[in-house]
């Protein structure tokens, strides 16, 4: 990867918590130390679940970064400010040299699950587009 991630910020309106549980294994590498910031924005569920039951639970699934020293927040907004939240899922990583990539994600995580093996597979088609700036 080169440089080391400083901050990576994370946006999806239907992020749960094996969403959350993929992120975190796709960003564990030799790019995040103890010094790069890791931020979850994530809307809160319609149908029954609190924001802070989502919360909690993404934080959970997050663990293995905080584990690795990673300081990782997660920010639930409400539902009823929906209209204020993009819908597109979206991964900024800003990079040690000054660098961003961005990476944006037609379906997000859920498009991902694990296999028996621990590899991850696409479940369904998907298509993502990833930018540098500088």
Same mark, same amino acid.
């Given at each position: ?6 901050? /990576? ?11 959350? =549980? ?15 910031? *890791?931020?979850?924005? /994530? ?9 802070? %039951? ?5 934080? =959970?699934?997050?663990? =293995? ?10 920010? /639930?907004? +409400?539902?009823?400010?929906? /209209?204020?939240? +993009? ?25 991902? %699950? *694990?296999?028996?093996?621990? =590899?991850?597979?696409?479940? %369904?088609?998907?298509?993502? *587009? ?5």
């Amino acid at each position: 990867m080169g440089s080391k991630a400083r901050r /990576v910020f994370y946006r999806d309106r239907y992020l749960d918590g094996k969403g959350a =549980k993929i992120l975190a294994d796709l960003l564990q590498s030799d790019g995040l130390d103890s010094n790069s910031d *890791v931020t979850i924005f /994530v809307l809160q569920n319609s149908k029954s679940q609190s924001a802070s %039951e989502l919360k909690a639970e993404l934080e =959970k699934a997050l663990v =293995k970064l905080t584990n690795m020293g990673v300081t990782a927040q997660v920010k /639930v907004q +409400p539902w009823h400010q929906r /209209v204020h939240f +993009p819908h597109a899922r979206e991964l900024e990583i800003q990079r040690q040299d000054g660098q961003t990539l961005i990476v944006i994600f037609d379906k997000g995580m859920g498009c991902l %699950e *694990v296999d028996s093996d621990g =590899k991850y597979r696409r479940i %369904e088609p998907t298509y993502m *587009v990833i930018t540098t700036r500088d």
